[in-house]
C-alpha cells in the first residue's frame, strides 16, 4: 500500500511539474481609465496573453494597434484578435495577442481604440450551431462608403472558455451575380449546445483611409503580404474587401481572410496585410480586388 501511495505521488509531482512549464494564456485587464488605452508587456513567444476589454453586450467596437518597442530577428511577427469569450458566468471581449514560437520575446505597446460615431448597418439575432461557418447580409458591396466593424453579443451561457473561431466581413455574390457585404460567423466546434447571439454590424465613414490596392487573388496565393507602413506610426487598421469580379463562378469565401499584424523583416518592424485565398476544392483560378484599408489613430479615432 505505501508503495501504491508513494507511485501516485511521484506521479502528481511529475504532472504538476510538466504543468509549470507549458505555455499558458496570461490573462491581464486593460485600464480605462484613458482614452485610447494603451498597456505595455514583454511577449514570451508561445504564450497567448488575453485582455479584458468589456462586458460583450456593451455594443462597443476595437480597433487595436500593436507596436514592437525593439528590433527583433527576420521572420517575427505578432498575431492578435478580438473576440467574445464566457468566464464560466458572462461574455467578455477579449483581445488575444502572441508572440509565434521560436522568436525571442518582444518589448510591446499595445494600445485598444473604441469607436465612437459609427452608423448601424445591421442588427440581427440568430441561432449558431457548433462549428458552422454561418452568413448574414449586410447590404449591396456598393452601397457602402467605409470600413465595417462587427459586434458580436451572445445571449446565453455556455462553457467556461468558449468563444468563437472566425468573425469576418468580406464580399460574395450569392444572388443575382451581384456582391454583397456578409458578415460571416463560427463558433468553435466543439461548444455542447447551439448559441443564440446578437450581431450588429457598423460602418465608419469617417476613419481616413491610407491605402487603396488593386490586387488579383490567385487560387493558390495561400498567404500573400503587402506593407501598409512602419509600425512605428503607431496606427490600428480596419481593412474593407471589394470585389471587382461578379460571376456566378465565384463562391462565398474565396477571400478566406485578411489581417493586418506587425513583421519584422530584419531591419524594421512594418505593418502588413495577410490575405488568404479559401475555396481550395473550388472550380475557381483568380478574382480582382479592391482592398482599402483605414487608420485608426489618435487623430482619427481620440
Known amino acids: 500500500m505505501k508503495t501504491q501511495s508513494f507511485k501516485v505521488l511521484t506521479a502528481a509531482i511529475i504532472i504538476a511539474f ?23 508587456v514583454t511577449l514570451k513567444p508561445g504564450i497567448w496573453y488575453s485582455y479584458y476589454l468589456g462586458p460583450s453586450d456593451s455594443g462597443a467596437v476595437y480597433v487595436v494597434d500593436i507596436t514592437p518597442l525593439t528590433k527583433s530577428v527576420d521572420g517575427a511577427h505578432i498575431q492578435s484578435v478580438i473576440k467574445p469569450k464566457y468566464d464560466g458566468s458572462e461574455w467578455n471581449d477579449m483581445l ?3 508572440l509565434p514560437e521560436p522568436f525571442p520575446k518582444q518589448p510591446t505597446l499595445i494600445t485598444v481604440y473604441t469607436l465612437n460615431g459609427l452608423e ?24 457602402a462608403t467605409g470600413p465595417y466593424l462587427a459586434d458580436i453579443d451572445p445571449l446565453e451561457p455556455s462553457v467556461r472558455g468558449a468563444t468563437f ?4 466581413i468580406h464580399p460574395e455574390a450569392p444572388w ?10 463560427q463558433t468553435q466546434p466543439s461548444l455542447p449546445d447551439d448559441l443564440d447571439v446578437r450581431m450588429r454590424v457598423y460602418l465608419a465613414p469617417s476613419l481616413p483611409l491610407v491605402s487603396d490596392l488593386y490586387i488579383t487573388l490567385r487560387k493558390d496565393d495561400l498567404w500573400s503580404g503587402i506593407i501598409i507602413g512602419p509600425s512605428s506610426l503607431k496606427r490600428g487598421y480596419v481593412v474593407r474587401a471589394i470585389s471587382l469580379d461578379p460571376g456566378p ?6 477571400l478566406n481572410q485578411y489581417i493586418i499584424q506587425p513583421e519584422f523583416d530584419g531591419k524594421t518592424w512594418n505593418d502588413v496585410l495577410r ?22 489613430d489618435k487623430k482619427s479615432c481620440p
Not at 507549458?22 to 481609465?33: D, E, N
Not at 473561431?165 to 469576418?168: D, P, S
Request: hydrophobic share 40%.
Open 176 to 185: 443575382e451575380n451581384t456582391f454583397w457585404d456578409i458578415l460571416r460567423v
Open 18 to 40: 510538466l504543468l509549470s512549464i507549458l505555455p499558458t494564456p496570461a490573462v491581464q485587464t486593460a485600464s480605462a481609465k484613458a482614452a485610447p488605452w494603451n498597456f505595455a
Open 120 to 143: 448601424p448597418r445591421m442588427d440581427w439575432t440568430d441561432t449558431l450551431h457548433p462549428g458552422e461557418w454561418q452568413g448574414y447580409p449586410i447590404g449591396r458591396a456598393s452601397e
Open 165 to 168: 473561431e472566425r468573425i469576418y
Open 275 to 296: 490575405i488568404q485565398a479559401g475555396n481550395q476544392d473550388a472550380d475557381w483560378e483568380q478574382v480582382e480586388y479592391n482592398l482599402k484599408v483605414y487608420a485608426c
Open 96 to 98: 488575444e495577442v502572441r
Open 249 to 254: 463562378e465565384i463562391l462565398p469565401s474565396d
